[in-house]
């Protein structure tokens, strides 16, 4: 059994919206997950409906077992949440801000812990300062200190790093994996293509309420490893030489650009061979240039390829 396990979950809002098509996602125990998805996909709304923040219009849902529903709260209390939108009292002091949240959830009173999580986040040193007092950054870091409070196992974030500086980012990256290393189930989302491949174990692209992808990082990044090399000819030509035709090259720009793509992980490339091909075939090179396909590449491909299916 997933940590985190979703069947056909839709999400119609009032007012008709299908925010949720029917989403069906496993989550195993102690991994991360980054859902990208561009504005309005439907990241927060999924979130939410495993929070029990919303409640999906059909399907079902279950956290370690427990079904979001029928039994919220077994599953909520497995469950931390670190908003989007910064929602903090600003009068409170940081550590009772803390305190009071493992409270909410009926846990006994425990100061050591409460030290603990505020030192891994590096907010020891302003837990008797008011909210108010704080940074940007730092109030995301209370907001994660309070997700932690009542020790869940499983932790979402809703876009943790919008619009935080390269810094903080950082250290949010830090903070997350040191959290999987203590065993918790991260599912994050995120619009930053770079943040899902430095942290997530398994990358999950969503597009208007539809998943599009779930798959390991590793054997998306196996994908990634094609490259194009792309060979500038001095002269154009009008079609690929006969004695290049097996190569699987293309003509672009003209005639002017020969394109080879090729796999970065091959133990033969077979570049060598090919640019004394191209002299053979008496092709004047000018400029080479190299292309590798991102992570990016492949997202917004999906997302168009999925635009013009619906179209
Ligand atoms: N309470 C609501 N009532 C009606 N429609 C809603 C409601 N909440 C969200 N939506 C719509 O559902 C869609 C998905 O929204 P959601 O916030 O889940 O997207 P998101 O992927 O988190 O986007 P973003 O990256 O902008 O935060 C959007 O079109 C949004 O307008």
Not at 31 to 38: M, N, R
Not at 88 to 94: I, M, S, W, Y
Not at 182 to 210: F, K, M, P, Q, S
């Amino acid at each position: 059994m997933a940590m985190v396990e979703l069947r056909q979950v839709r999400k119609i809002y009032d007012g008709g919206f299908e925010a949720l098509k029917g989403v069906d996602l496993d989550i195993e125990a102690g991994e991360i997950l980054a859902l990208l998805g561009p504005n309005g996909a439907g990241k927060t709304t999924l979130i939410s409906t495993v929070c029990g923040l919303v409640t999906p219009s059909s399907g079902t849902l279950t956290v370690g077992g427990h079904d979001v529903l029928a039994d919220y709260r077994a599953a909520r209390s497995l469950i931390g949440l670190v908003p989007q939108e910064v929602s903090l009292e600003p009068f409170e002091k940081v550590s009772n801000t803390v305190r009071l949240s493992r409270g909410l959830f009926g846990k006994p009173r425990n100061d050591a812990l409460i030290e603990d999580i505020l030192r891994r986040l590096s907010l020891w040193d302003k837990r008797d300062q008011p909210i108010r007092a704080l940074s940007g950054g730092m109030k995301r870091r209370v907001l994660i200190a309070k997700a932690l409070s009542h020790e869940p196992e499983v932790l979402f974030l809703d876009e943790p790093t919008a619009g935080v500086d390269v810094e903080l980012r950082r250290d949010m990256w830090e903070i997350v994996a040191d959290l999987k290393a203590r065993g918790v189930t991260i599912i994050l989302t995120t619009h930053y293509i770079e943040e899902a491949e430095a942290i997530a174990d398994r990358i999950g692209v969503i597009n208007n309420g539809e998943i599009l992808l779930v798959e390991e990082k590793a054997s998306l990044m196996k994908r990634l490893g094609r490259k194009e090399l792309r060979v500038e000819l001095d002269e154009p030509v009008a079609s690929i030489p006969a004695t290049l035709q097996d190569r699987s090259l293309r003509l672009e720009e003209d005639g002017r650009v020969l394109v080879y793509d090729y796999d970065t992980a091959a133990e033969r490339t077979g570049l060598a061979h090919l640019m004394s091909e191209l002299s053979a075939a008496g092709l004047r090179v000018r400029d080479v240039d190299t292309r590798k396909s991102t992570l990016e590449d492949i997202f917004v491909g999906l997302v168009h390829k999925q635009e013009e299916n619906a179209a």
